[in-house]
């Protein structure tokens, strides 16, 4: 029977062929068993051939062919072509090619929580569509389609070492790791004629809400061929994710009270008033403006201005003189000079008169045609100098004005992920340019995670040659496994890395700004691409040098611990038992160390530790073999050794130490004791999401007297979208949308009022458990606030732009500013203090920040306009106003300016806005509105 199907499968094969056909899958066999071998690293073993065998059919092809081998004589074919499609279907790599080209694929989401599912609040329903757009038939075996899926595909059945059959459909799932999944045919499946289609319905963990859930760069795999990505999904989900249009495709779950925002809502939701002009001279807003005349000016460019400086401010002289081309003098004109002078200056800070390094006085005088600039220190120089670039506008018009200013925190962040998707050194200078404009000073650089590492480190080229890169290898050996839509191929953002020059660079750059860099190395979780470079780095010496070859090592070989993280890896995480782990560690601190040491001196290592699964070195026989008697929690105690060994390690170079805020806590919430560090440690308290009552976490931190940076992920995560419209691109997972109206309203000492919704829309009340809100007793020790980008989503400069602009604003105002209304206890009184503050804080965004930002190259986010139509009458509102609302009465052709109150809308006319950034061609999402039928959004 298995020759005459044999036969039929081959067509025209003889006998001869058969048997060659028979010993290449046998040879293939062979390859795979020595695959594993050198993959789990087993030099010189001696373990049995049922040992072989059974970790043979570990790996994810064999166990697939073997599994499928043993239930039918379908899946018997099914591993002929799995492995050798070239000779079973007469394939060639222009076939493959053409395949690649041909097959339109879209995406469809169809439900969240749909009703034939047993979880049914946990899951989403989608629809995969093949359509053979050729004029050959597409193959019914021996490929598959590898694509990324965030969370987990078919949760009610994961774990599937052996692959999911889905028998409706003719298909098998795989999980490969991380990211990584792949469908492929079974006989069942059958060819694609032309013209015709085949869909595949699968279920999702969770929800699809935008469609940048959905990613991009799925390709086609025929074993021998090189991969080849389908064309109908390169680059742009865009381009082939789709959704059924009803309330079932945008809210989380049934219950969700969320909806896409119309143009009607926008226009009661802005509700900001027009005040024509920018009512705050400079952003974020100085501390005292004693002094503010818009009509009384000097112009820097109309007459022989120079620049004088003390010696210790010579480098803020320098820089400014160079920004507006003027002469840098040491003598005094009698007229026409900005001056810097060295000064100590005292500022109300925390009730206290006292001189901050940052505080600066600015005087701009037209009569006397001066401008003094006096600081207490360089960074107080500098950041004088980009207020003074701030009052100027274009033709170098700057007011009289006088300004008394300092910082409410020390510590006033940005965290840029460039190892999810890997960012260059022009493109971080960049932010860092941006950062200087809104006095934010400190740059927390994400070097490490699962899908990357991007720093050389000489002696380790193992972790740039692999680990900064990505394509398709499912062994790792060249490279890490594909992750958020990048595809087989090396080229493009998900591979790359910062060479030891470009890491100085960026440290000058950040240095002549005031802006100290902290990197950060995620460890012990987060670590799938350091742990496969260094067991390449192994399988490179084990032959010839054992101990060079476990010199670095980061997993234990025989770990046999099942765990899964919350990104899908199963092997992300580094062994704290072995001591080469903390070889590794000190190899790259002292190398970051040195890169720092005589440009800008390293004061903290970020460690990371967060997001560590459950039932990690549980079954590590050398953790197992720790002297631990009479531990009750191993685990715990592990991670204890692991901080422990990593702070004393920074504690020689004299380091600080930061981590994410689970870093430092057990698993039952309680932060591990201060007394294990030597020295400062800085909390990053990110996991606030309200309706688990997590927000105290950050102030039970400082209580206990850790060094608390708040990065509440519901306020200051950028990685969320802006509205909860599919359209908008960002992950949901803390909040559902994040305006920078809810950055700015974020009251640092008192988190809790901050929490006005849940995760689902929902209000939130979370001091109705009064437990749960613990008081901020030691304020002293939150240092800050930090704006997070992590880099999921980041495949290009113009969306990372759009994610962080303008909502980088608001937090840099929330930084450096504190409000009146903060400490208003009234409710209705602190909203109506602060909207009011909105107002000023919008108009002066989009009259002033947004021409600065244009004229810059600065791709930030214009947001679609409000609109109603009352009595015939259009009228709009924006967001901030400042912008230009433009019309089309043609369906898009043609475009005009519209007004509020003015315009008049015949009946049953259909009528299409957008907003237009103020001083270049850059437009919003196009909204429509009707006479007929009310207010929808395109």
């Not at 490929?143 to 052996?162: A, S």
């Amino acid at each position: 029977m298995a020759r005459m199907f044999l036969r039929w499968k081959v067509g025209r094969g003889s006998r001869v062929g058969i048997c060659l056909l028979i010993f290449i899958i046998a040879v293939v066999t062979i390859m795979e068993f020595n695959w594993f071998g050198d993959r789990f690293m087993i030099p010189n073993s001696k373990i049995s051939n049922q040992k072989r065998h059974t970790a043979f059919f570990k790996h994810p092809w064999a166990t697939a062919s073997y599994s499928l081998m043993k239930n039918s004589r379908k899946t018997a074919s099914y591993f002929i072509h799995q492995t050798s499609p070239g000779l079973t279907g007469g394939f060639s790599q222009a076939d493959v090619d053409h395949f690649a080209k041909m097959i339109d694929l879209r995406y469809t989401v169809i439900a969240n929580g749909p009703e034939d599912s047993v979880h049914r609040d946990f899951v989403y329903e989608a629809e995969v569509t093949l359509t053979n757009n050729g004029n050959t038939e597409f193959p019914g075996l021996g490929w598959q389609i590898f694509f990324n899926q965030l969370l987990t595909l078919e949760p009610e059945h994961y774990p599937y070492n052996d692959g999911l059959e889905k028998k409706q459909y003719g298909v098998i799932l795989y999980h490969w790791n991380g990211h990584l999944y792949s469908i492929a045919p079974t006989l069942d499946f059958g060819s694609i004629p032309p013209s015709q289609s085949k869909s595949i319905r699968i279920f999702t963990t969770c929800c699809n809400l935008a469609v940048t859930d959905t990613f991009p760069n799925w390709y086609i795999v025929f074993p021998g061929f090189k991969p080849r990505t389908i064309a109908s999904t390169s680059g742009d989900p865009f381009k082939f994710a789709y959704r059924i249009h009803s309330p079932k495709t945008w809210r989380k779950y049934n219950y969700e009270k969320v909806n896409p925002p119309l143009p009607e809502d926008r226009f009661y939701s802005f509700s900001v008033d027009d005040l024509g002009r920018a009512p705050i001279p400079v952003l974020p807003t100085p501390l005292v403006i004693s002094t503010y005349k818009p009509l009384s000016t000097i112009n820097v460019r109309q007459e022989p201005w120079v620049v004088v400086t003390d010696t210790l401010l010579w480098g803020e002289g320098n820089m400014l003189s160079e920004i507006w081309n003027l002469r840098h003098l040491k003598d005094i004109p009698s007229e026409y000079f900005i001056r810097f002078i060295e000064e100590d200056i005292k500022v109300q800070f925390k009730g206290q008169a006292v001189i901050i390094e940052e505080s600066y006085y600015l005087s701009v005088n037209p009569a006397s045609k001066t401008i003094i600039i006096k600081a207490s220190g360089k960074a107080g120089g500098f950041n004088a100098m980009q207020t003074l670039l701030s009052l100027a506008d274009k033709d170098g018009n700057i007011p009289e004005t006088i300004i008394l200013d300092g910082p409410r925190f020390r510590y006033r962040g940005f965290m840029l992920d460039i190892a999810r998707n890997f960012q260059d050194k022009n493109t971080i200078k960049r932010y860092l340019d941006l950062m200087a404009m809104y006095k934010l000073n400190k740059f927390h650089l994400h070097l490490t995670d699962d899908e990357g590492w991007r720093l050389e480190i000489p002696g380790l080229v193992e972790l740039t040659k692999i680990g900064a890169q990505r394509c398709h290898d499912l062994t790792e050996k060249k490279c890490i496994i594909p992750a958020l839509g990048s595809g087989p191929y090396h080229k493009n953002v998900g591979s790359g890395y910062l060479t030891q020059d470009d890491y100085r660079d960026i440290l000058h750059h950040a240095k002549a700004r005031h802006i100290e860099v902290i990197p950060e190395i995620d460890l012990p979780g987060h670590a799938h691409a350091a742990i496969k470079a260094m067991e390449a780095r192994f399988m490179k010496y084990y032959k010839t040098n054992m101990t060079e070859a476990t010199k670095y090592l980061l997993s234990d070989l025989k770990d046999q611990s099942v765990y899964k993280s919350v990104q899908g890896y199963k092997d992300g995480v580094v062994n704290p038992c072995l001591q080469s782990t903390y070889t590794f560690i000190r190899k790259v601190m002292e190398t970051i160390y040195n890169l720092h040491h005589d440009i800008q001196t390293l004061k903290i290592f970020h460690f990371g530790g967060d997001e560590v699964p459950k039932n990690t070195w549980t079954q590590s026989p050398i953790c197992n073999g720790l002297n631990l008697t009479g531990v009750m929690d191993k685990r715990k105690a592990i991670k204890e050794i692991f901080i422990t060994q990593v702070s004393d390690m920074a504690a020689e170079f004299n380091l600080d130490v930061g981590a994410w805020e689970d870093g430092v806590m057990d698993d039952n919430e309680r932060s591990v004791s201060k007394d294990l560090f030597p020295r400062n440690v800085y909390a990053y308290a990110w996991n606030n999401l309200w309706q688990l009552r997590q927000t105290k976490r950050a102030y039970v931190l400082a209580n206990n007297g850790y060094k608390v940076v708040l990065t509440p992920a519901t306020n200051t995560y950028f990685d969320h979208p802006y509205e909860p419209d599919p359209n908008e691109p960002g992950l949901i997972w803390a909040r559902r949308y994040l305006q920078s109206k809810q950055i700015y309203g974020i009251i640092p000492a008192n988190l809790y009022i901050s929490s006005d919704t849940t995760a689902d829309g929902s209000p939130s009340d979370m001091c109705d458990d009064v437990q749960a809100c613990p008081k901020l007793n030691k304020k002293d020790n939150l240092e800050g606030i930090e704006a997070v980008l992590f880099g999921e989503l980041l495949r290009s400069q113009n969306i990372t732009d759009y994610m962080i602009l303008p909502r980088l604003l608001a937090l840099a105002e929330r930084a450096w500013h504190e409000a009146s209304w903060e400490n208003e206890k009234n409710n209705e009184a602190r909203m109506k203090a602060m909207n009011a503050d909105w107002t000023d804080f919008a108009n002066s965004v989009g009259y002033r920040e947004f021409a600065r930002l244009d004229h810059l190259g600065y791709n930030y986010r214009i947001p679609p306009p409000g609109a109603i139509i009352i009595n015939s009458t259009l009228k709009t509102s924006l967001g901030y106003p400042g912008l230009v609302i433009e019309m089309s009465r043609d369906g898009g052709q043609t475009w005009s300016t519209v007004w509020s109150g003015v315009t008049k809308v015949e009946l049953n006319e259909d009528i299409r806005l957008r907003t237009k950034a103020p001083s270049v061609k850059r437009y919003s999402r196009v909204v429509s509105v009707s006479n007929r039928i009310g207010v929808k959004s395109d």
